[in-house]
C-alpha cells in the first residue's frame, strides 16, 4: 500500500473502523522509514521529469533521523539529487543562535542538509534569532514563503507527548498560523536530556500552524516507541480538539500516521482485537480480554457474570470456549495469580511448574542490563534487592557511561575539591591532579553553556556516575551481602554521539558477545524493547539482540537454559496483561529503592518517583481481585 496516496482512506476495514486517520503499522521504523523515502524520491524524480519543484515540510526530533539517513543513502548510492527540492521546516527553538548544537538549524544541517545537494537557497528554518518586535512579521513572510512556492506537496511530522505538531501546543487552533509560542511543560521535560537539564531549555518557539500544516497536500506524520502509543491512539481515535494539535489531520483528505508496533498498542485494533473483529481465544488473548472487562466494569475476576461478558463486546469469548464466566474468570485469576513470586531468581527446592522462575540452577548467574547507569535502579531497584538476598550471583551492567545526563556543576565540583585538596596541601604532591582539576575547569569555561564536552570532561562525567551506581548497589543489598559486582562497558555509540542522534554500530554489538560470553548468565534482565529507537535504551537492547542471535544461533538454542526477563525503566510501564513475573515489595523495600535513587543527581522528578509506578501497578492488581501489596515490579519475558 503506498504510504502517500491514501486514496484507500475511505475503505477503512472493519479492524480499522476506530481509526479516524489512516494509520499503518509497521515491524519496524527502519522499515516504515525506508519506504516513505522511496516514495518521496519517486516524487522528487517524477516531477524532475515534468521540469517542477517537490516542496516539502520538514521536521527536527528523534523520529525523523532514520528517514533522512533513508534519503541521504539514496543521493549517495542511488544518484538521487534534490536540485529540484524546496524544504520549509516546521518549527525553530526561539533564542537560539543557529550555530546553537541543539538549534534546529544545525540540526538540519546535520541529519540532512550537509549530506545531500539541496541547494541553499531553497532551504528554509524559521529564525529563532529575530527580535521580538519582528516576530510577527518574521511569521508573515514565513506563511507568504511557503505560498510563493506553490505551497507544500508534502509535510512531514512527528509527534509530541502533549500532542503536538510542529510545536503547536495545545490550546492551538485549526486555522492557526506561523508563530511564537510557549513550549509546554511536558515538552521541556522530553527535550531535558538534550539541553543537559529542564532549565536550559528554551521557553518558546516559532512554529508554522495547525492551519499552515493542514494546507499541505499530503501529510505523513511518524511515531516510534512506546511513549508515542497513547497519544497516537489519542490523536487517531480520539475526539477533534484543540487540547491535541494531531488530532485535526482527522480533518485532512490524505494524511496519514506511520507507526511502529511499539508504538501501535494503545490503538484499538490492537489493544482490543475482539471489539473489531474475529480473534484467537488462546490463554494469552483470554487473559487480556478478561482483565480489560474487570477494568473496564470496576470489578475483581471472580465477580464477573455471563452478562458482564456480553454486554461488553467480549460474548464471543464464552461462545468459543463454551465455558461459563466463572470458570473463565477462574483460569484467568489463576493465571495472574501464577505471575507473582517473591522469587525472581526462582525458589529452590520446591515445585516450578506455576512459578515465573525455574529453580534450578540454585543460585543462577543473573545479568541485568542497564542502558544508562540509572535505569536498573529505577526499574527493578527491589528486585535486585531480592536477588542479592536470595544468593544469587547478581552482575549490573552498566551499558553505557550515560555521561550526557550529568551536569557541568557535579564535573566542576569535582575538580574543585581536587584542586582545593591540592592547595591545602592534604594532597602532597598533587601537581598532576592540580594540573587535571585546572584542565577541567578550562575545559568546561570554554565549551560555554551548551557547547559539547571534550573527551577529558566526558570521562570525568562518566567516573562520576559510575560513583554513583556504585552507591546505589550498596543501597540495593551489596553491602548487606558483600556481595555483587558492577560493571562498566561505556558502549562506543553513546561515547561519540547526542541525544536523538545515537546509532549501533558492529563494536557495540561485539562488545556485548563478548560481555554475554564471559558471564554466560542463566537469567538475563533488558530493557529498551518498546523504546523509541534512537534512545540508549532501544540501542542497548539491539545490541544485546543481535550479541544474543549471534552467539545462540550458532551454539542452539539456549532454550530453558537461560531465560530472558524485560523490565521497563523510562518507558510506558508494563500493562497488567502483559506481566509475566510480578515481584511484590514491602514497604521497606521500595523506601530502599527511592534511596538508591536518589544516589543519582541527574535524575528528573518523574524518575526519582518511580517507587510511585511500582505502587500504581500493586493497586491494579489489587482492583483485580488479587492480594493488596505496597508495590510491585513487573516484568515479561521476551
Ligand atoms: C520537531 C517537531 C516536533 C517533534 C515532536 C516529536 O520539528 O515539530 O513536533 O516532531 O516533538 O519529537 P521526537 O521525534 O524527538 O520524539
Not at 513 to 542: H, K, N, R, Y
Not at 578 to 605: G, W, Y
Request: charged letters at 25%; a negative charge.
Amino acid at each position: 500500500m503506498s504510504i502517500l496516496d491514501a486514496a484507500g482512506k475511505k475503505q477503512l476495514t472493519q479492524q480499522e473502523r476506530f481509526e479516524k486517520t489512516r494509520t499503518l503499522v509497521y515491524g519496524s521504523s527502519a522499515k516504515a522509514s525506508t519506504e516513505l523515502a522511496s516514495e518521496v524520491a519517486a516524487l522528487i524524480r517524477s516531477r524532475k521529469e515534468e521540469g517542477k519543484n517537490v516542496v516539502l515540510g520538514l521536521a527536527t526530533g528523534s523520529t525523523p533521523v532514520p528517514f533522512y539517513r533513508a534519503l541521504i543513502r539514496l543521493h549517495k548510492e542511488e544518484g538521487l539529487s534534490f536540485e529540484n527540492v524546496i524544504t520549509f521546516n516546521l518549527d525553530e527553538y526561539y533564542g537560539l543562535v543557529r550555530d546553537h548544537p541543539e538549534s534546529y538549524y544545525r540540526f538540519m544541517r546535520d541529519q540532512l542538509f550537509d549530506h545531500v545537494d539541496v541547494p541553499e537557497a531553497n532551504i528554509n528554518i524559521p529564525d529563532g534569532t529575530v527580535s521580538l518586535d519582528t516576530v510577527y512579521e518574521s511569521c508573515l513572510d514565513y506563511e507568504k514563503k511557503i505560498e510563493d512556492a506553490g505551497g507544500l506537496d508534502l509535510q512531514i511530522l512527528g509527534i509530541g507527548r502533549t500532542g503536538h505538531i510542529g510545536f503547536n501546543e495545545p490550546g492551538s487552533t485549526e486555522d492557526s498560523i506561523t508563530r511564537m509560542i510557549t513550549l509546554d511543560r511536558v515538552t521541556r521535560q522530553d527535550a531535558a536530556a538534550d539541553f543537559m537539564g529542564v532549565a536550559n531549555v528554551p521557553r518558546s518557539a516559532i512554529t508554522m500552524g495547525v492551519g499552515t500544516i493542514l494546507k499541505a497536500e499530503r501529510i505523513v506524520l511518524m511515531a516510534w516507541g512506546g511513549n508515542k502509543a497513547e497519544i497516537v491512539r489519542d490523536a487517531v481515535e480520539g475526539e477533534i480538539t484543540d487540547q491535541i494539535s494531531a488530532s485535526f489531520l482527522q480533518n485532512h483528505p490524505n494524511a496519514t500516521f506511520l507507526v511502529d508496533q511499539a508504538a501501535s498498542t494503545r490503538l484499538t485494533r490492537v489493544r482490543y482485537p475482539w471489539l473489531v473483529g474475529s480473534v484467537d481465544w488462546d490463554d494469552s488473548m483470554t487473559k487480556r480480554a478478561v482483565v480489560w472487562l474487570s477494568q473496564k466494569l470496576e470489578k475483581p475476576f471472580l465477580k464477573l457474570v455471563d452478562e458482564d461478558y456480553n454486554e461488553a463486546g467480549a460474548g464471543e469469548l464464552l461462545a468459543s470456549t463454551s465455558h461459563e464466566a466463572y470458570q473463565v474468570n477462574i483460569d484467568v485469576f489463576n493465571a495472574v495469580q501464577h505471575t507473582i513470586s517473591g522469587w525472581p531468581g526462582g525458589k529452590p527446592g520446591v515445585d516450578d511448574e506455576n512459578r515465573p522462575e525455574r529453580a534450578e540452577p540454585n543460585p543462577k548467574n543473573v545479568l541485568v542490563l542497564s542502558p544508562e547507569p540509572s535505569d536498573a535502579f529505577i526499574g527493578m531497584g527491589g528486585t535486585i534487592d531480592r536477588l542479592i538476598d536470595q544468593g544469587h550471583n547478581v552482575n549490573i551492567v552498566c551499558q553505557t557511561s550515560g555521561n550526557l545526563r550529568v551536569s557541568d556543576a557535579a564535573a566542576h565540583n569535582f575538580a574543585s575539591v581536587v584542586s582545593e585538596m591540592a592547595e591545602t596541601g592534604i594532597g602532597e604532591g598533587w601537581d598532576a591532579q592540580a594540573k587535571y582539576a585546572g584542565e577541567i575547569q578550562q575545559a568546561l569555561e570554554d565549551k560555554g553553556e551548551f557547547g559539547v564536552d571534550p573527551d577529558l570532561v566526558r570521562k570525568l562525567k562518566g567516573l562520576i556516575l559510575r560513583g554513583e551506581a556504585r552507591d546505589a548497589a550498596s543501597i540495593c543489598g551489596y553491602q548487606r551481602k558483600k556481595v555483587g559486582k558492577v560493571t562498566f562497558v561505556d558502549l562506543p555509540f553513546y561515547e561519540t554521539g547526542r541525544y536523538r542522534r545515537f546509532h549501533l554500530r558492529q563494536e557495540d554489538v561485539d562488545s556485548m558477545q563478548a560481555l554475554l560470553q564471559s558471564f554466560s548468565p542463566d537469567s538475563v534482565f533488558a530493557t529498551g524493547d518498546a523504546s523509541d529507537p534512537s534512545s540508549p535504551q532501544a540501542i542497548c537492547f539491539a545490541a544485546f539482540r543481535q550479541a544474543w542471535q549471534k552467539i545462540y544461533d550458532c551454539e542452539g538454542s539456549r532454550d530453558g537454559e537461560c531465560s530472558v526477563w524485560l523490565y521497563r525503566s523510562r518507558d510506558q510501564p508494563l500493562e497488567s496483561h502483559e506481566i509475566e513475573m510480578a515481584v511484590p515489595m514491602s514497604p521497606d523495600q521500595a523506601a530502599i529503592k527511592s534511596d538508591a535513587l536518589r544516589k543519582f543527581n541527574s535524575l528528573s522528578e518523574q524518575e526519582y518517583n518511580a517507587a510511585q509506578r511500582n505502587r500504581d501497578i500493586a493497586i491494579s492488581y489489587d482492583h483485580l481481585g488479587m492480594a493488596q501489596y505496597e508495590a510491585i515490579e513487573a516484568f515479561r519475558r521476551w
